[in-house]
Protein backbone atom coordinates (compact mmCIF):
# COMPACT_ATOMS: atom_id res chain seq x y z
CA UNK A 1 0.00 0.00 0.00
CA UNK A 2 1.88 3.63 -0.97
CA UNK A 3 1.36 6.13 1.87
CA UNK A 4 2.85 9.30 1.58
CA UNK A 5 2.66 11.09 5.17
CA UNK A 6 3.99 15.05 5.34
CA UNK A 7 5.03 15.84 8.93
CA UNK A 8 6.47 19.62 10.12
CA UNK A 9 3.66 21.92 9.69
CA UNK A 10 2.89 24.00 12.64
CA UNK A 11 2.44 28.05 13.96
CA UNK A 12 4.75 30.25 12.94
CA UNK A 13 5.11 34.20 13.12
CA UNK A 14 5.53 35.96 9.69
CA UNK A 15 9.29 36.28 9.02
CA UNK A 16 9.95 32.93 10.55
CA UNK A 17 10.81 29.32 9.03
CA UNK A 18 9.54 25.36 8.53
CA UNK A 19 10.78 22.59 7.35
CA UNK A 20 7.66 20.16 5.60
CA UNK A 21 8.83 16.37 5.23
CA UNK A 22 7.14 13.80 3.32
CA UNK A 23 8.07 10.11 3.58
CA UNK A 24 6.82 7.19 1.13
CA UNK A 25 6.45 3.87 1.64
CA UNK A 26 4.62 1.26 -0.08
CA UNK A 27 7.33 1.36 -2.80
CA UNK A 28 10.27 3.35 -4.18
CA UNK A 29 10.07 6.58 -5.85
CA UNK A 30 13.36 7.25 -7.30
CA UNK A 31 11.77 6.82 -10.22
CA UNK A 32 9.46 9.76 -9.75
CA UNK A 33 8.40 13.18 -9.71
CA UNK A 34 7.41 14.67 -6.57
CA UNK A 35 5.63 17.88 -5.60
CA UNK A 36 3.90 20.29 -3.07
CA UNK A 37 0.63 21.59 -3.15
CA UNK A 38 -1.45 23.66 -1.00
CA UNK A 39 -5.30 24.68 -0.21
CA UNK A 40 -5.90 27.34 1.66
CA UNK A 41 -9.37 27.82 3.08
CA UNK A 42 -12.26 28.77 0.46
CA UNK A 43 -9.31 28.10 -2.36
CA UNK A 44 -8.58 25.65 -4.98
CA UNK A 45 -5.68 23.30 -4.51
CA UNK A 46 -2.77 25.00 -5.59
CA UNK A 47 1.20 24.05 -6.99
CA UNK A 48 3.92 25.06 -5.00
CA UNK A 49 7.47 23.28 -6.17
CA UNK A 50 8.18 20.28 -7.53
CA UNK A 51 10.98 18.34 -7.71
CA UNK A 52 12.49 15.70 -10.55
CA UNK A 53 13.04 12.33 -10.05
CA UNK A 54 16.73 12.71 -9.72
CA UNK A 55 16.82 16.17 -7.67
CA UNK A 56 18.80 18.12 -10.52
CA UNK A 57 15.42 20.13 -11.71
CA UNK A 58 13.22 22.21 -9.74
CA UNK A 59 10.13 24.72 -10.34
CA UNK A 60 8.46 26.92 -7.89
CA UNK A 61 5.57 29.29 -8.58
CA UNK A 62 6.35 32.77 -8.57
CA UNK A 63 5.17 33.44 -5.03
CA UNK A 64 7.60 31.35 -3.07
CA UNK A 65 10.52 31.89 -5.34
CA UNK A 66 13.47 32.79 -3.30
CA UNK A 67 12.23 31.27 -0.34
CA UNK A 68 11.16 28.03 -0.55
CA UNK A 69 13.46 24.95 -1.48
CA UNK A 70 12.10 21.59 -2.21
CA UNK A 71 14.59 18.68 -2.02
CA UNK A 72 14.47 14.60 -1.39
CA UNK A 73 16.68 12.38 0.04
CA UNK A 74 15.84 9.13 -2.43
CA UNK A 75 18.00 6.56 -0.30
CA UNK A 76 15.40 7.37 2.57
CA UNK A 77 12.27 8.17 0.26
CA UNK A 78 11.49 11.37 1.72
CA UNK A 79 10.68 14.60 0.11
CA UNK A 80 11.03 17.83 2.00
CA UNK A 81 10.22 21.47 1.80
CA UNK A 82 12.19 23.94 3.42
CA UNK A 83 10.17 27.16 3.63
CA UNK A 84 12.09 30.47 4.87
CA UNK A 85 10.38 34.06 5.28
CA UNK A 86 7.07 33.00 5.76
CA UNK A 87 4.43 35.37 5.11
CA UNK A 88 0.50 34.73 5.82
CA UNK A 89 -0.62 34.49 2.98
CA UNK A 90 1.45 30.84 2.97
CA UNK A 91 -1.58 29.75 5.62
CA UNK A 92 -2.54 26.52 3.76
CA UNK A 93 -2.51 22.59 4.58
CA UNK A 94 0.40 21.36 2.57
CA UNK A 95 0.22 18.40 0.16
CA UNK A 96 2.76 16.24 -0.81
CA UNK A 97 2.52 14.35 -4.02
CA UNK A 98 4.07 11.77 -6.32
CA UNK A 99 3.75 11.24 -9.86
CA UNK A 100 3.72 7.73 -10.90
CA UNK A 101 6.60 5.11 -11.16
CA UNK A 102 8.45 6.43 -13.98
CA UNK A 103 8.58 10.21 -14.84
CA UNK A 104 11.80 11.55 -16.36
CA UNK A 105 11.86 15.41 -17.35
CA UNK A 106 10.91 18.07 -15.60
CA UNK A 107 8.33 17.89 -13.15
CA UNK A 108 5.00 18.90 -13.78
CA UNK A 109 2.81 21.61 -11.88
CA UNK A 110 -0.38 19.99 -12.71
CA UNK A 111 -2.18 18.54 -10.37
CA UNK A 112 -3.75 15.51 -12.41
CA UNK A 113 0.24 14.85 -13.21
CA UNK A 114 0.60 13.30 -9.53
CA UNK A 115 -1.03 9.99 -8.96
CA UNK A 116 -0.45 9.72 -5.32
CA UNK A 117 -1.19 12.16 -2.58
CA UNK A 118 -0.83 12.54 1.09
CA UNK A 119 -3.09 13.55 4.21
CA UNK A 120 -1.63 17.24 4.07
CA UNK A 121 -0.24 19.14 6.80
CA UNK A 122 -1.34 22.23 8.40
CA UNK A 123 0.32 25.50 7.92
CA UNK A 124 -0.12 28.34 9.80
CA UNK A 125 1.61 31.59 9.52
CA UNK A 126 0.59 34.81 11.94
CA UNK A 127 1.09 38.21 11.26
Known amino acids: QVQLVESGGGLVQAGGSLRLSCAASGRTFSSAAMGWFRQAPGKEREFVAA????????RYTDSVKGRFTISRDNAKNTLYLQMNSLQPEDTAVYYC????????????????????WGQGTQVTVSS
Open 97 to 116: AATAAYYPGTPSYTRGEYEY
Open 51 to 58: ISSSGRTT
